[in-house]
C-alpha cells in the first residue's frame, strides 16, 4: 500500500504524513514545515533529463580541454584530467592514481549513463528490479559529491605550488566545465524522484 | 516492522500514527522505538528515523565544537612547501583566493562554498534550530532554518576535501619539501565532528521537537 493510494502526501522535506485536499492542487503545503507537497516532484523525468543532457554536453569539453597547467622554469605542459592520472601512475603512485581515476573519470561516466538508464527504466518498464533501481539510484546519488575530488585538488595545488618564475600552477578552462559536469549531475539526481521506481513495480508486488 | 498490506487498518487510522517511506512511498503503522533503535522501510531499506537518547545536550555540545574548530580549520596552513628556500602555505582560504587570483573566479566560488560557506552555513542553521527547542521559542525561524539545512546538507563537501588534500600531497611529495600544518589536524576534526553530528542529530526527532504544540504551521 502505497501512501499516495490513500490520498496521503509526503513532505519532501520534513516527512510530515499530508492528507490529499482535492480543491488547492498543485499549491498544498505543508502542515508542519510549509513546504510545498506533491504526490511525485512535478515534471521529475523531464527535468532530470534536461539536466542529464547538458551535463552529457559539458562532458567533451570537460574530458578534452586542459584542467590545469604545472610550469617549472617556464616550462609546462598543460593538463587535461586523463593525462593527470597518467602522470601519477608514472610518479609510482598507483592507488591515489587509481582514487583519481575512479572519482574523475569513472563516477561522472558511470553517473551519466547511470541516470539515463534509470529514466529509460522507469519510463519503458524495462527489466532491471526495482531492487536493482533503488540501489543505483542510491549509489549514484551517495557518489556524485566524490567527483569534485580534482577541482580541490586544483584549487590546492594553484595556492602552494606558486613560486614565481620557479614553478606554478594554473588553473585551465577545463575544470569549468569539469565542476559544472558534477554540478549538473547532482542536481539531475535530486530532482529524479526515487519514488517513480516503485511505482511501476506496484503492481507486480500486489501479486506476489 | 508492522504488516504493512492491513490496508484496512490502516484506513482507519490517524496521521501520527502511520508513516510513509519517503524514498519508496511505502505506508506503515509508525513504530514505537526505545532509545538507541532506529526503523528502516521494509520494502526498500530506507532509514525512516533513529531514536538518539539525549539528543538535544549531544547535538548541541558538537556543533559548538564544530564551530570554534571552523575558523583554525580554515584559515591555518594544511600544507607548507619549500623550495630553494622560499616557502609557501596553503590554507582553505587561500586555495579560493588563488583561484580567484587567477581568472576561474567561477570555480573560485564552487570551492568556497563546498568548503567554507555551505559547511558554515549548515552548523549555524543547525546552531539555531537547536536553541530554538533548547529555549523553546522562535519555532518558525526553527522550521524555515531546518528546512534551509536540508537543502545543503548534499553540497557540503568536507570530505571530498579531506580527500584532495591527500591527493594533493602525494602530487607534491616528489616536487619540494613538505610539511603539514597545524590547520590539518583541525580539518579532520571539524570532518568528524560533523559526521558524529550528523548521526547524533536525527531528523525525526528534530522536527517532533520543533512542531510539538503547534498544531498548524501555515504562514
Given amino acids: 500500500m502505497r501512501a499516495i493510494d490513500m490520498g496521503i502526501l509526503v513532505c519532501p522535506e520534513c516527512h510530515q504524513l499530508n492528507r490529499h485536499e482535492k480543491d488547492c492542487d498543485g499549491q498544498q503545503l505543508c502542515i508542519r514545515c510549509g513546504a510545498r507537497v506533491h504526490a511525485r516532484h512535478p515534471n521529475s523525468l523531464r527535468r532530470t533529463w534536461a539536466l542529464l543532457l547538458a551535463a552529457a554536453i559539458l562532458y567533451i569539453p570537460a574530458n578534452l580541454l586542459p584542467i590545469m ?41 558511470f553517473k551519466l549513463v547511470g541516470i539515463a538508464l534509470l529514466l529509460l527504466s522507469v519510463q519503458r518498464h524495462q527489466p532491471l528490479s526495482a531492487r536493482q533501481r533503488i540501489l543505483m539510484f542510491r549509489f549514484i546519488e551517495w557518489i556524485g559529491r566524490w567527483s569534485m575530488l580534482d577541482i580541490f585538488v586544483i584549487a590546492i595545488l594553484v595556492a602552494v605550488v606558486n613560486f614565481g618564475t620557479l614553478a606554478k600552477v594554473e588553473p585551465n578552462l577545463g575544470a569549468v566545465a569539469f565542476a559544472s559536469v558534477v554540478i549538473l549531475t547532482m542536481l539531475a539526481a535530486l530532482t529524479f524522484d526515487p519514488r517513480l521506481i516503485w511505482d511501476n513495480t506496484e503492481s507486480d508486488d500486489d501479486h506476489e | 516492522m508492522h504488516d504493512s498490506s492491513r490496508s484496512h487498518d490502516l484506513r482507519e487510522l490517524p496521521l501520527d500514527k502511520l508513516v510513509a517511506c519517503h524514498e519508496c512511498d511505502l505506508l506503515m503503522l509508525k513504530p514505537e522505538l526505545a532509545p538507541g533503535e532506529r526503523a528502516e522501510c521494509p520494502r526498500c531499506g530506507f532509514e525512516l528515523f533513529s531514536n538518539q537518547p539525549r539528543m538535544l545536550g549531544r547535538s548541541l555540545a558538537l556543533v559548538i565544537a564544530a564551530l570554534l574548530l571552523y575558523v583554525p580549520a580554515n584559515f591555518l ?31 573560485a566560488g564552487v570551492v568556497f562554498l563546498c568548503s567554507m560557506g555551505i559547511p558554515l552555513l549548515k552548523l549555524l542553521c543547525q546552531l539555531v534550530v537547536l536553541l530554538t527547542i533548547y529555549w523553546d521559542a522562535g519555532r518558525a525561524y526553527g522550521l524555515l532554518l531546518y528546512r534551509i539545512y536540508h537543502h545543503l546538507r548534499e553540497w557540503g563537501m568536507l570530505e571530498v576535501y579531506f580527500m584532495g588534500i591527500l591527493v594533493s600531497i602525494v602530487k607534491l611529495v616528489s616536487l619540494a619539501d613538505l610539511a603539514v600544518g597545524a590547520g590539518l589536524a583541525c580539518f579532520i576534526c571539524l570532518l568528524l565532528i560533523q559526521v558524529w553530528l550528523e548521526i547524533t542529530m536525527s531528523p525525526h526527532q528534530v522536527w517532533e521537537a520543533l512542531s510539538r504544540g503547534r498544531t498548524h504551521a501555515s504562514h
Fill in chain 1, 69 to 109: 597547467t604545472v610550469r617549472s622554469l617556464g616550462k609546462g605542459e598543460p593538463d587535461t584530467i586523463m593525462s593527470g592520472v597518467i602522470a601519477l601512475v608514472h610518479m609510482g603512485s598507483l592507488p591515489v592514481a587509481l582514487v583519481v581515476f575512479v572519482a574523475s573519470i569513472l563516477v561522472p561516466t
Fill in chain 2, 77 to 107: 596552513p594544511i600544507l607548507q612547501l619549500r623550495l630553494l628556500g622560499q616557502t609557501t602555505e596553503d590554507t582553505v582560504w587561500s586555495a579560493v583566493v588563488a583561484l580567484y587570483a587567477s581568472g576561474l573566479q567561477g570555480i
